[in-house]
């Protein structure tokens, strides 16, 4: 029988999966030791807005106990939606914006959250994990790019999309949806543009037509991020823009989406953040691998899907709290482990296959129609035009 008192845990990533794990350990007394590339918490903004959803990220917030401190940074109030046709005409809206329980919070907001709820030494940054090496006592050794740390005897990879630690347990790569997202990025909406900011509206903003489709999403801070989204080749984005002139990727996109009215490409005018490729991938729907010992994934490591569920912060988060309950309550960690994962291979199927079936029909011939159905019956009090 392994007991888990007194094993030495590793997590890969400090992104919200490897947080909230590690949180909810120390809650629990386990103590782990995140490992995270980035020099330090403020290397990069992290990102835009993510909704959590009950029963997996708002759950995830209640087991780490920081259920106070979430309501801080949550942005109930926009939680809207628009969908709109290429001329900027309104075909839906959601009549309250602030009606759900789907919160908004910006990442860098969350990932701040969840690093002050942890002592200052359980993540170490810099270290960029390159190589695992087993020992023969069934440890492993951690090797970064900048030196090393072990043994440990569970090591879980929540280093997201190209995770180094999947290679040991599973042979997939994620693979090409079709889609690449050029993103942009708008500071000061509401005073420097007023228009954009009714355009967008408390909330998300979806156009489709012409075969491609801009997303507009309100962050905190009065910051517009959206992306410009193509059915592509995944090098198409490298060849089409010259991404080291902001101006020459402005005027490519403006030339993309000529069909579009005004009110709708202001949004490339406008943007002042560096564009941004992000060709899309996702793991096969299913994904899942034999147990090995000592070793885990969690998050976008274990199933990194297309963003259009929604889900992927979320399924990483509830990852985190079943790891964790499985680790505190069962008295043989390896057992909780296996556990753990022949229970999340079950869980994520649906929402890796409903990611991966709206991915498919983004900017189809039915795109448009298939979003109106699908906010009519989703979205709280909706008015369509
Ligand atoms: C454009 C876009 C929009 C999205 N929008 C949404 C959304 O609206 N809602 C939603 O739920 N999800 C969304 N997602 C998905 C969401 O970002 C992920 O599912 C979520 O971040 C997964 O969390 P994670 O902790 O598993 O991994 P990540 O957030 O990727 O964190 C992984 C961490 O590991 C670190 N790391 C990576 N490699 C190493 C290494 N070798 N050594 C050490 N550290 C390493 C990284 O620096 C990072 O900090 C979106 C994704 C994209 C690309």
Request: glycine share 10%.
């Amino acid at each position: 029988m392994q007991k888990h008192p007194g094993i030495a845990i590793a997590i890969i990533g400090a992104g919200p999966g490897g947080l909230t794990l590690a949180r909810i350990l120390h809650l629990a007394g386990i103590p782990a030791t995140v490992f995270e590339r980035e020099e330090h918490p403020l290397v990069r903004p992290q990102g835009g807005t993510l909704d959590l959803h009950e029963g997996s990220g708002l759950l995830a917030v209640q087991r780490a106990g920081l259920a106070d401190a979430f309501q801080r940074i949550a942005r109930y109030d926009d939680q809207g939606s628009r969908l709109l046709d290429m001329h900027g005409r309104v075909l839906f809206e959601q009549a309250d914006a602030s009606a759900g329980n789907r919160p908004e919070v910006d990442r860098t907001a969350l990932r701040d959250m969840l690093l002050d709820a942890l002592p200052a030494e359980c993540v170490q940054w810099g270290c960029a994990l390159r190589e695992l090496k087993r020992r023969d006592d069934g440890g492993w050794h951690l090797a970064f790019d900048k030196g090393e740390a072990g043994p440990f005897d569970l090591v879980v990879g929540a280093d997201g999309a190209w995770s180094n630690v999947r290679p040991l347990l599973s042979p997939y790569k994620p693979q090409y949806s079709g889609l690449t997202f050029i993103e942009f990025g708008i500071d000061d909406v509401d005073a420097r543009h007023p228009a954009l900011s009714r355009l967008v509206g408390r909330g998300k903003m979806d156009v489709q037509g012409d075969g491609k489709q801009v997303i507009a999403q309100r962050n905190g801070n009065a910051h517009i991020r959206g992306y410009a989204i193509f059915r592509v080749p995944a090098d198409w984005a490298a060849g089409r823009f010259d991404f080291a002139s902001p101006a020459s990727v402005r005027s490519a996109l403006l030339s993309e989406f000529a069909g579009y009215g005004d009110a709708i490409t202001d949004l490339f005018r406008a943007s002042n953040d560096p564009f941004v490729a992000r060709p899309i991938y996702a793991l096969p729907v299913g994904h899942c691998w034999t147990h090995r010992r000592g070793l885990t994934l969690l998050g976008d490591a274990a199933h990194l899907m297309s963003p259009f569920g929604g889900e992927g912060v979320n399924a990483a988060m509830r990852d985190a709290v079943e790891l964790a309950a499985l680790l505190v309550e069962e008295r043989d960690w390896v057992s909780a482990v296996a556990t753990y994962e022949t229970q999340m291979f079950e869980r994520v199927v649906d929402a890796a296959q409903g990611s991966a079936e709206a991915a498919a029909v983004q900017m189809s011939h039915i795109g448009e129609a298939l979003s109106l159905a699908h906010l009519r019956e989703h979205s709280a009090g909706g008015v369509s035009a």
